[in-house]
């Protein structure tokens, strides 16, 4: 993100950017190749990267570990997706080798069956209380059974939002490049309900600091897990 918390121009101008993994556009990187490719590591450390369905439509993402470097098991690919708008001509549809999963709130049974048919895993995941969006916490629990130990959150900001809110981040790793972008309409890191009182805001510990280049990332932990 930039300096002033934002991965993106105006919808208009460019696409949204992912921010919890680094982020890019259309219009132009936020960061740096060399951020970007630290990104990768994150990525091949991870047993999944999950992202909302509004960057796929923006960004057309692969989604892919590109590190290079052998893993335990494929990276699995995991949208959310209240009302299946998952493009079909998407990177991530073309590529998908049952490692993408879509989680929906309302699934369509003609929509479904084509996604399936392309070789996406679809699943119907409880809603939130309230807004209709699928649960944060209920994907956590879906995905641990599912033997996933890791999520690698890249946004965007309804999602990261929605994922802070929930409680369920334990760690953040944020790049930000020596950039103001300003303007009410640039897409900012975080969307949603947030938090009402500076007291209820979501505390990073165990911070440490990374530099890539002129870029550089904040790394620390919402929940120690050398204990809170």
């Not at 950017?17 to 960061?31: C, E, H, I, P, Q």
């Not at 690919?77 to 929906?104: E, G, M, N």
Request: glycine share 12%; aromatic share 4%.
């Amino acid at each position: 993100m930039t300096l002033d918390g934002k991965i993106a121009p105006p919808p208009n101008e460019s696409h949204h950017s992912t921010a919890l993994g680094g982020g890019g556009a259309t219009g132009g990187w936020v960061t740096s190749e060399i951020a970007r490719a630290h990104v990768q590591q994150l990525r091949h450390q991870n047993d999944a990267i999950m992202v909302g369905v509004g960057t796929i439509i923006a960004d057309d993402p692969l989604l892919t570990d590109r590190s290079g470097l052998p893993r335990r098991r494929p990276l699995l690919r995991v949208i959310v997706d209240s009302r299946l708008r998952l493009p079909p001509q998407s990177r991530v549809v073309k590529t998908a080798k049952d490692d993408v999963l879509v989680l929906c709130s309302f699934a369509e049974e003609k929509r479904k069956r084509e996604l399936l048919g392309q070789g996406i895993r679809v699943e119907q995941v409880q809603v939130g209380v309230g807004d209709g969006r699928p649960d944060m916490r209920g994907i956590a629990q879906r995905l641990g059974t599912m033997e996933i130990t890791s999520l690698l959150v890249e946004g965007g900001a309804m999602i990261n939002g929605a994922t802070l809110a929930s409680g369920i981040v334990d760690k953040v790793f944020l790049y930000y490049a020596p950039k103001i972008l300003d303007g009410m309409g640039s897409v900012p890191f975080a969307t949603g309900v947030g938090f009402d009182r500076m007291s209820d805001a979501a505390q990073v510990k165990a911070i440490k600091l990374h530099r890539f280049g002129e870029d550089f990332a904040v790394e620390g932990y919402l929940h120690d897990p050398y204990g809170d």
